[in-house]
């Protein structure tokens, strides 16, 4: 399997604070990278460097072999990444179908094809076609902002603690969602439900204070009390 | 009741130039986080070109497109030179664009000299209409046909295309928006060009409208959308045109009844929005 994204000594500075100090990890198609950390460890910061929201000062971001640190956000999404932010992003005053729209770069079969497919997934999505956005529940907001992520042919999700705030049984559901589309594109996940992480993750890297510290497979992680006791705060 | 009818159709009148100019201030706000104090500028050299136009061709309506289009190139290299390298700093963009609000007013009386220029409306948009005793200027009823064309317009690209639909996200969440592959520059620009060209039209039919123009006159309309931009809700297109016909009627009937008051009232009206609902009549944002 090829590596698709990584990120090499990664620094990134938000104002005058040096947030990133140091992340480095590697990302491999086909794989769920998950990207635990503890809370203001710098796992946002690490997406939204990768997305060039907060472009880094030092260090490399190399997806499918090109260098895009640097480059605007929209052309760093056009190259194939699709982003699920922390706080959903959901266009409050855009309906659901608004919300699609904004995304969707084409009208082609394919993207109505994968609309179909993540309706399916999502049904309240449908049944809510034309409510506003700012009035969907948390789990439905979520579900729209991964469904919104997933509509383009994109290569790679960044998805950003998608069970933060929802009902266990919700939970479940974004996480077989995650399951079904590992078939067809690569993750990167941030996650602190160690549950989910370690249900659906393949890869783990663990951020602290801003650098990466850890890295193994998720099947080591599970085994290992110690250091999820050390950088988690889990046992 | 024929004062009633007129006082109503000349504040109508304003109340469309006023929306004219607030539209492009209130979507450029609300999409760019840009507050542009020279958009009156803008406003007066539609006015200037138009009357110019108008002069040198006899038409008014290659007059009218003329100024329109010398609002669209002007709000093109403002936004490219001026407004561009300051996105995200405030302080700098209120001083460039007031430096800018003076370059293109004393810029207008290098050109055209430094007195006012009459204007008039073309003969078939002058005179009236007499509806028994209730007289009806023409050019009040061009002014408020246009406003409204306007509006519908506008407001029909904002709900009906996908540039219309990102322009609205992006005054939700202009970084989601990017974040979605969309180059927000671009909308910025032909947000920003957009805008421009609404106040040079509201610009140039308000010299037939008033019969003088003078290149102080942006700045006073100016201060008037700021307050519509205000009561409306800033980002609120549908907004600005409700709270620019409110400032618009008001004023014509207090500067009647009330002379003494007519300015006041429009700052009253600021106040008992901002007291009552902050974010204007129709703003999305907190
Ligand atoms: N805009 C900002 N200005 C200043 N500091 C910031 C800003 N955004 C984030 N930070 C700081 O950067 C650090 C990393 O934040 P980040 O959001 O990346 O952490 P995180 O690992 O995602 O945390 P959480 O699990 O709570 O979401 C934190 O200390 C945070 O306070
Ligand atoms: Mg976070």
């Known amino acids: 399997m090829s590596t698709q994204l990584k990120l090499s000594e990664v620094e990134t500075y938000i104002g005058q604070y040096h947030i990133l100090q140091g992340v480095s990890f590697e ?124 509509i383009n042919e994109n290569d790679l999700l960044l998805i950003d603690e998608p069970s933060k705030g929802l009902a266990p049984i919700v939970v479940e559901k974004v996480m077989e969602t995650i399951l079904q589309m590992k078939e067809k594109t690569t993750i990167v996940l941030v996650e602190q439900n160690f549950m989910m992480a370690s249900t659906i993750g393949d890869k783990f890297y663990i951020i602290d204070d801003g650098k990466t510290v850890s890295e193994g497979s998720m099947n080591l992680l599970k085994e290992d009390e110690e250091m999820r006791r050390k950088y988690l705060g889990i046992a | 009741m024929d004062v009633l009818i007129n006082l109503s159709l000349n504040g109508l009148a304003t109340g469309m130039l006023i929306f004219l100019l607030a539209a492009g201030l209130t979507l450029i706000f609300g999409l760019m986080d840009v507050l ?37 190139i002007l709000g093109l290299l403002t936004e490219r030179w001026i407004i561009k390298p ?71 690209i ?58 102080e006159m942006g700045l006073e309309f100016a201060i008037l959308a700021f307050i519509v931009v205000v009561i409306g809700g800033m980002g609120s297109f549908p907004g600005s045109i409700l709270a620019a016909i409110l400032v618009g009627v008001s004023g014509s009937f207090m500067a009647y009844y009330v002379p003494s008051l007519s300015l006041a ?8 929005v901002l007291i009552f609902r902050p974010q204007g009549l129709f703003g999305l944002k907190g």
């Not at chain 1, 266009?91 to 608004?98: A, D, P, R, W």
């Not at chain 1, 999505?125 to 409510?131: H, Q, T």
């Not at chain 2, 429009?266 to 008992?272: D, G, I, K, S, Y």
């Open chain 2, 36 to 72: 542009n104090f020279a958009h009156g500028g803008l406003f007066a050299w539609g006015a200037y070109s138009g009357t110019w136009i108008y002069a040198t061709t006899g038409s008014f309506l290659i007059a009218i497109a003329g100024a329109i289009l010398t609002g669209l």
């Open chain 2, 86 to 156: 300051v996105y995200g700093n405030h302080v700098q963009q209120i001083l460039i664009t007031l430096g800018l609000m003076l370059v293109l007013s004393e810029l207008l009386k290098v050109v055209w000299g430094p007195n006012q220029i009459s204007a008039s409306p073309p003969s078939y948009l002058a005179g009236s209409w007499e509806l028994g005793n209730v007289i009806i200027i023409k050019y009040r009823v061009f002014i408020i046909a246009v406003g409204i064309l306007v509006f519908g317009l506008v407001q029909y």
């Open chain 1, 27 to 150: 990302v491999r198609e086909g794989e769920v990278t998950v990207l635990l950390g503890r809370n203001g460890a710098g796992k946002t910061t690490t997406l939204r460097t990768i997305m060039g929201l907060n472009p880094p000062s030092k260090g490399e971001v190399i997806y499918k072999g090109e260098v895009i640190q640097g480059l605007p956000t929209y052309t760093v999404a056009q190259k194939g990444i699709g982003y699920v932010p922390e706080d959903q992003g959901i266009f409050s005053g855009l309906t659901v179908e608004e919300n699609m729209k904004v995304a969707m770069k084409n009208n082609d079969d394919a993207t109505k094809e994968r609309l179909d497919w993540i309706l399916e997934l999502f049904p309240d999505l449908k049944k809510f076609w034309k409510k506003q956005g700012g009035l969907l529940s948390g789990g439905q907001k979520q579900m729209l902002s991964i469904a919104r992520a997933y």
């Open chain 2, 265 to 272: 009232v429009n700052m009253l009206l600021m106040a008992v």
């Open chain 2, 158 to 215: 904002l709900k009906n295309t996908k540039i219309g639909l990102i322009v609205r996200a992006g005054v939700m969440d202009k970084e989601m928006v990017q974040a979605l592959g969309i180059n927000i520059q671009k909308v910025f620009m032909l947000v920003f060009m957009i805008g421009a060209g609404m106040a040079a039209l509201g610009g140039a039919m308000l010299g037939p409208y008033s019969g003088v123009i003078y290149a």
